[in-house]
């Protein structure tokens, strides 16, 4: 019996299994696959509701695979809602400690951007409600490994953002105000960086706030 390959070489890239969890909306979402068209993507309206879920609901989307099926793990860090992005990235980075597993911990907001502009060469402009007359901000281009930060997130007043969007050096889309799962666009972006080798730590995977939590 010949040997088993390790994760992630060369001869089991095919069924390199990947699991995403975007937490940080009111909105659940959950994917896992090796390849594009080998994707399974479900997403739960839980608002509050997802720090009583989360586990139960991870263990019965990832059947039939196993855990030690996946040979890696992305994660939402924010910015967001801060209990449940707290919970996402402390999920992950369990998963990944325990399993040894890279972890990618990517924007939220790039996401969104991606999921609104990807086709498109022009900077896209995304955001989420942050509190009153705020709003987390961030400007980003789609590229063939992935949504570009241009404008690296952060909390801005509703003023400030217009401003920033009315004095942008170039063209640039502003996508409208999302509250969904953007967890396609988080597999894909951390299978593109799995696929040129990245493997980033666990202990790198923290959550962004944007603002202290109050």
């Not at 972890?103 to 060469?121: F, H, K, Q, V, Y």
């Not at 896209?124 to 409600?129: G, N, Q, S």
Request: aromatic letters at 10%; one cysteine or more; hydrophobic letters at 45%.
């Amino acid at each position: 019996m010949g040997e088993t390959a390790p994760r992630g070489t060369a001869s089991n890239l095919m069924t390199a299994y990947g699991l995403a969890l975007y937490t940080s909306g009111s909105t659940l979402g959950l994917a896992v696959g090796c390849a594009p068209d080998d994707l399974r993507v479900q997403t739960w309206p839980q608002g509050r509701q997802i720090a009583s879920h989360l586990h139960t609901t991870l263990e019965a989307f990832l059947a039939p695979l196993k855990w030690t099926d996946l040979v890696y793990v992305a994660v939402a860090c924010g910015p967001g809602s801060f209990t449940s992005t707290r919970l996402g990235v402390i999920t992950a980075r369990t998963l990944a400690q325990s399993l040894t597993l890279p972890l990618w911990s990517l924007s939220s907001l790039g996401c969104l951007a991606w999921a609104a502009g990807r086709s498109t060469p022009t900077p896209i402009a995304v955001t989420l409600p942050a509190g009153p007359n705020q709003v987390y901000g961030g400007v980003y281009v789609g590229t063939a490994f992935g949504p570009q930060a241009l404008c690296p997130d952060r909390v801005f007043t509703a003023g400030e953002w217009q401003t920033a969007l009315l004095t942008w050096p170039k063209s640039l889309t502003v996508a409208a105000t999302l509250d969904e799962a953007p967890v396609t666009e988080l597999w894909q972006w951390a299978a593109l960086e799995w696929q040129q080798g990245k493997r980033p730590a666990w202990t790198e995977a923290l959550p962004f706030y944007g603002r202290s939590p109050v």
